[in-house]
């Protein structure tokens, strides 16, 4: 067996430049950690004038954009969520995929009621 290489002998300020890494080393994990939260802060915080915004616009009378109709359209309810879990063999309560299932097709016939048109006639 080779014996453990001897380690080099230390320089003036190695242990100094050493400590000053290590700690650099923590403080980077933090310092990335607070600008990753920053730019998702800026995110929430433009997400949540956007959406006061138009519910501030929908609940004036203003009609809902052909894109936005859509979406919600699609997503009322969270109904595809649901069945996908139901199909993909996970856990689901199917009451709650009926209620879902309701609450889409309520908002769908709202949505023709108002005049909106559906993702199906724009195609």
């Not at 802060?41 to 936005?68: C, H, M, N, V, Y």
Request: glycine share 6%; charged share 35%.
């Amino acid at each position: 067996m080779a014996r453990p290489k001897k380690p080099e002998p230390l320089q003036p300020g190695d242990e100094q430049i050493a400590r000053e890494e290590i700690e650099a080393y923590y403080t980077r994990q933090v310092e990335r950690a607070r600008a990753e939260f920053a730019a998702a802060q800026e995110r929430f915080d433009r997400e949540t004038a956007s959406t006061e915004a138009s519910i501030t616009a929908f609940r004036a009378g203003e009609r809902l954009p052909k894109i936005d109709a859509w979406q919600i359209e699609v997503h009322a309810g969270n109904v595809g969520e649901i069945g996908r879990n139901i199909f993909s063999g996970n856990r689901a309560d199917l009451a709650a995929y009926d209620r879902a299932k309701a609450r889409n097709e309520a908002t769908n016939r709202w949505l023709r009621n108002a005049g909106y048109e559906s993702v199906e006639e724009a195609r």
